[in-house]
C-alpha cells in the first residue's frame, strides 16, 4: 500500500490506474471500514482509502481533540484488506488555508443529526467535496451507519453533477447488534453492556410496524421513554421516508427508522430500513 499525505503526489500516483473507487474515513477503523473497503474492491480497479479527522464537522463541545487516532493499527488493516493507496493529508495538507469556501447542504442539514448538531453536514460536505477533489474517484462508498451523511452526499453528487457513484455500504453490527463505531470505544464496561438496547428498540418498531402499526408517534415516543428509564438521553428517535428523510407522507413509502441517543456522554446513532 502507498501512502500520501500531498495532493500533487496522490494525484501523480492514481494517473492510469483504471477506475479509482474511494472509501474516506476519519481511521479508528473496524470490521464496519474494512468490510467498506472488501467491497470497493467489486466496484473498480484501485481502491483508495483517506484518513483525516476533519475539524470543520465538530461542534466546539464535540470530541474532536478525543477522537481516537490510531494511525499505525489503520495501516496494518488497510493493509490486510487490500487497499492500494492511503492518502492521509494532515490539516496543513487539508487546509492550508482556514477554509471559508464550504458546501452548504440543503434543509436536509437541520434536520435529525443536524438539528443537534449544528454545521456538522455542512463540515462534512466540504471536506468530502475536497477529497473527491484530491482523490478524483469514479466511485465512493459510504456506510448506511451514517444514513443521513449518506443522503447528504449522495445528494450533493447528483446536485453538483460529480462524475462519481456514491455506494452505500451496509452497516456491520456486534454480535449483539451493536452497530461498530470508532465512538464504541469510549463506553465503560456497563454501558458497553446496556448499548444494544437501541438496535433491539429499532428491530422491535420495524416488526410492530410490519404487523401493520402506522402510529408512528406513539411508537417514537415509546422507544424515547424506553431509552429514559434505561438511563439514555434521547436526540431523536424518528421515522422518516427513506427516499428524501421527511415525515412519512405517503403511506407506502418504504421507511427507515433512525435514533440518535447518549449513554453516558457517547452519543450513539443507529438506524434501520423497514
Ligand atoms: O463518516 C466519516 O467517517 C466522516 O464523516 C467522513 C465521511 C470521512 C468525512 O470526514
Avoid at 431523536?236 to 435514533?259: F, G, H, I, K, T
Amino acid at each position: 500500500m502507498h501512502i500520501h499525505s500531498r495532493i500533487p503526489a496522490l494525484r501523480a500516483a492514481l494517473k492510469n490506474r483504471g477506475r479509482v473507487v474511494f472509501v474516506p474515513t476519519m481511521g479508528n477503523l473496524h470490521a464496519g471500514h474494512i468490510s467498506l473497503m472488501r467491497e470497493a474492491r467489486a466496484h473498480g480497479d484501485t481502491v483508495v482509502a483517506s484518513i483525516f479527522v476533519n475539524r470543520l464537522q465538530f461542534g466546539p463541545h464535540e470530541d474532536f481533540d478525543q477522537y481516537p487516532r490510531t494511525f499505525e493499527a489503520d495501516c496494518e488493516k488497510l493493509e490486510a484488506a487490500g487497499v492500494d493507496v492511503l492518502f492521509a493529508p494532515t490539516e496543513a495538507d487539508l487546509y492550508p488555508e482556514p477554509q471559508g469556501y464550504f458546501i452548504e447542504p440543503p434543509a436536509i442539514q437541520n434536520v435529525l443529526d443536524g438539528e443537534f448538531r449544528p454545521g456538522h453536514f455542512r463540515g462534512v460536505a466540504t471536506v468530502v467535496a475536497k477529497l473527491f477533489n484530491c482523490v478524483q474517484p469514479q466511485a465512493a462508498l459510504f456506510g448506511k451507519k451514517d444514513y443521513q451523511q449518506l443522503m447528504v452526499i449522495r445528494n450533493m453528487a447528483r446536485q453538483l453533477a460529480l462524475p462519481i457513484d456514491i455506494i452505500g455500504g451496509e452497516t456491520v453490527r456486534a454480535e449483539d447488534g451493536l452497530a461498530l463505531s470508532s465512538r464504541n470505544g469510549y463506553l465503560s464496561a456497563a454501558e458497553r453492556a446496556e448499548a444494544p438496547r437501541l438496535y433491539r428498540l429499532l428491530t422491535g418498531i420495524r416488526a410492530t410496524i410490519r404487523s401493520g402499526e402506522r402510529d408512528y408517534a406513539a411508537l417514537e415516543a415509546k422507544a424515547a421513554a424506553e431509552l429514559a428509564d434505561a438511563g439514555w438521553q434521547t436526540d431523536y428517535v424518528s421515522l422518516r421516508q427513506q427516499s428524501d428523510l421527511a415525515p412519512p407522507q405517503d403511506r407506502n413509502a418504504p421507511l427507515v427508522v433512525l435514533a440518535a441517543s447518549r449513554l453516558g456522554t457517547t452519543r450513539l446513532i443507529d438506524n434501520i430500513e423497514i
